[in-house]
């Protein structure tokens, strides 16, 4: 993976661009800081994909959405009514 400071990054463009579709992502950095990457599409589109399930599939699963337990109905207290 190469490095591109961002003057260079704009001013061969081009060239950072042709390098990411041969070789792979390319970081782009500012001021010594990494700041973003420029990857192919086709990898772009696959860890979008499987980054994460879609609400739709989330929603439909049978699977546990949370790691914690809720408590029972009905086991908790009620404060005392407020007397005006």
């Known amino acids: 993976m190469r490095t591109w400071p961002v003057h260079d990054a ?42 994460r399930p879609s609400l739709k599939s989330l929603l439909l699963s049978d699977c546990d959405r949370a790691d914690f337990a809720l408590p029972q109905r009905g086991s908790a207290r009620r404060r005392p009514g407020v007397v005006l």
């Open 10 to 51: 704009k001013a061969r463009f081009s060239q950072l661009l042709d390098a990411c579709v041969s070789e792979g992502p390319q970081i782009v950095t500012r001021r010594g800081e990494e700041a973003a990457v420029l990857v192919p599409i086709a990898e772009w589109k696959r860890l979008s994909n499987s980054a």
